[in-house]
């Protein structure tokens, strides 16, 4: 059974850091694209960075350029999304996903096959 486990979401405060990690199991993800996506109550899941299998290619959106950094170790079969000078407006379930590639867009969750179960991720004023 294929599966992606997200950790280390959390409670910080305004300008402080967390790192989110997803693991995967049930098949090699090492050639997989990769990607974070992240919902708020009422909100569509929005794109928040995407990874190429051997690191090269990165895309982030706007609002997370600068503070957020996405990685990957493929030996570990583990991604990641290291989240510094974090806002309030960054509070939200944090996904992570996966697909073979090619894919269309890469920052569109249709383009993801594989989701994890979502992490919240909460930043206080």
């Known amino acids: 059974q294929v599966q992606l486990v997200e950790s280390g979401g959390g409670l910080v405060q305004a300008g402080g850091s967390l790192r989110l990690s997803c693991a995967a199991s049930?098949?090699?993800?090492?050639?997989?694209?990769v990607g974070w996506f992240r919902q708020a109550p009422g909100k569509e899941r929005d794109f928040v960075s995407a990874?190429?299998?051997?690191?090269?290619?990165?895309y982030y959106a706007d609002s997370v350029k600068g503070r957020f950094t996405i990685s990957r170790d493929n030996a570990k079969n583990t991604f990641y999304l290291q989240m510094n000078s974090l806002k309030p407006e960054d509070t939200a379930v944090y996904y992570c996903?996966?697909?073979?590639?090619?894919?269309?867009?890469?920052?569109?969750?249709?383009?993801?096959?594989?989701w994890g179960q979502g992490t919240q991720v909460t930043v206080s004023s």
């Open positions: 049930g098949r090699t993800f090492c050639s997989d694209i």
């Open positions: 990874l190429s299998w051997n690191g090269a290619i990165t």
């Open positions: 996903a996966s697909n073979v590639p090619p894919i269309r867009t890469w920052t569109s969750p249709r383009d993801y096959r594989y």
